[in-house]
């Protein structure tokens, strides 16, 4: 079982999901542990990537947010849990552009933003951890 680091893989993480699917990529080496990231927007990263980094199953793909559900339904499920009187109009947000500047904006008149960024951090955690565990990674605490 290779180890990677929870400050790597969390920064990967939010690297990856930061943009829209498949615009930014990283992969965690399951020989050694070392994350590589690449992006569409260009040669950003001055290392040398790989050149079977997207072929090889020696590397796995750090997955974006929306592919554990972090995204449009765990904001859904804080308002139900949060403000289930506003399900409706945030439900209303996720069907339009500018979705989560809308759901912030609710968040902080109803004075629960703090709180959701707490959730947030806890889900995504969470998350993580699980995919760590049904990928064979240990997760080291730095």
């Not at 590397?59 to 592919?67: F, G, T, V």
């Not at 989560?100 to 609710?106: E, M, Q, S, T």
Request: hydrophobic fraction near 40%; include cysteine; proline fraction near 3%.
């Amino acid at each position: 079982m290779v180890a990677v680091k929870h400050d790597d893989l969390s920064l990967a993480f939010d690297f990856v999901s930061y943009a829209a699917p498949t615009e930014h990529n990283a992969y965690v080496s399951l020989d050694t542990g070392k994350i590589w990231w690449t992006s569409d927007s260009g040669d950003a990263f001055d290392e040398e990537i790989p050149d079977d980094l997207e072929t090889s199953d020696r590397y796995l793909a750090i997955p974006h947010k929306n592919e554990l559900d972090l995204g449009r339904r765990l904001a859904l499920r804080f308002v139900a849990q949060e403000l289930p009187a506003c399900y409706d109009q945030a439900e209303g947000f996720f069907r339009r552009q500018g979705a989560y500047a809308h759901f912030k904006d609710l968040l902080e008149r109803e004075g629960v933003l703090e709180r959701w960024y707490s959730f947030e951090a806890d889900a995504v955690d969470s998350a993580l951890r699980q995919w760590c565990a049904e990928n064979g990674l240990e997760l080291l605490e730095t």
